[in-house]
């Protein structure tokens, strides 16, 4: 029980919620990666 559990439950209960969240952190991890490995 925990974080884990809390990650379950949503993917079970609420996927489009779930689904969106995924797609948020997707996109700024991506981002987040390309400002620490830009070269410019």
């Not at 029980?1 to 990650?7: D, N, S």
């Not at 993917?11 to 919620?17: D, E, T």
């Not at 797609?23 to 830009?38: D, H, I, K, Q």
Request: hydrophobic share 50%.
């Amino acid at each position: 029980t925990g974080l884990e559990q809390a990650i379950t439950d949503a993917a079970h209960n609420r996927p489009v919620l779930y689904g969106m969240g995924c797609v948020l952190m997707a996109l700024f991890t991506g981002w987040g990666a390309s400002l620490m490995f830009r070269k410019d």
